[in-house]
T-cell receptor, first 114, second 114 residues
Framework: DAKTTQPNSMESNEEEPVHLPCNHS???????IHWYRQLPSQGPEYVIH???SNVNNRMASLAIAEDRKSSTLILHRATLRDAAVYYCILRDVRSGGSNYKLTFGKGTLLTVNP | DSGVTQTPKHLITATGQRVTLRCSPR?????VYWYQQSLDQGLQFLIQ???????AKGNILERFSAQQFPDLHSELNLSSLELGDSALYFCASRDSPWGTDTQYFGPGTRLTVL
């Protein structure tokens, strides 16, 4: 699996935007970029994923660099509930439709200050 | 609520014992994944089942085994338990290979080996 690099931790203030970076310089053309987060004492939850174009959903936006070597997860207005560990994961679509695993790194611990 | 259920929530046992963790995937999901989260190793993939068949293996010890039953629920069996097996165990299910490519995680089982 291609490797991703994220800052160990980031801090934000409530109701401000948060930009969580992820570097993946060895990404291949068939790697999707997935983001999951893990709130305290809970299982990971899906946030967003994309391939080349920027993506938006109700939780967040994903901005993907033109060369795809980096991406940024954007939380438009952080709330206290967004405090979590955020994982950036690459998933190769060639690994098969019915079998793939998620390889989690250490992620970024986001602290949201009131 | 992800729709994935895991029982029990907590399990405390002694070294050398055997335990069984249970997971029910979301309705209609055929794939079940097991992950282990410990303080020193982070979230690690253990094993995957698809419609009753083992599809992929990760860092799963020989003392551990799993199966998926015809009703699609899965069990993870951990035997000859050691102190180092204390961890959070998550299962996840995934929608169809042609769906949103998302894994949905359960709330986890916290295993403490004394």
């Amino acid at each position: 699996d291609a490797k991703t690099t994220q800052p160990n931790s980031m801090e934000s203030n409530e109701e401000e935007p948060v930009h969580l970076p992820c570097n993946h310089s060895t990404i291949s053309g068939t790697d999707y970029i997935h983001w999951y987060r893990q709130l305290p004492s809970q299982g990971p939850e899906y946030v967003i994923h994309g391939l080349t174009s920027n993506v938006n959903n109700r939780m967040a936006s994903l901005a993907i660099a033109e060369d795809r070597k980096s991406s940024t997860l954007i939380l438009h207005r952080a709330t206290l509930r967004d405090a979590a560990v955020y994982y950036c994961i690459l998933r190769d679509v060639r690994s098969g439709g019915s079998n793939y695993k998620l390889t989690f790194g250490k992620g970024t611990l986001l602290t949201v200050n009131p | 609520d992800s729709g994935v259920t895991q029982t029990p929530k907590h399990l405390i046992t002694a070294t050398g014992q055997r335990v069984t963790l249970r997971c029910s995937p979301r309705s209609g999901d055929l794939s079940v994944y097991w992950y282990q989260q410990s303080l020193d190793q982070g979230l690690q993939f253990l094993i995957q089942y698809y419609n009753g068949e083992e599809r992929a293996k990760g860092n799963i010890l020989e003392r551990f085994s799993a199966q998926q039953f015809p009703d699609l629920h899965s069990e993870l069996n951990l035997s000859s338990l050691e102190l180092g097996d204390s961890a959070l165990y998550f299962c996840a299910s995934r929608d169809s290979p042609w769906g949103t490519d998302t894994q949905y995680f359960g709330p986890g089982t916290r295993l403490t080996v004394l």
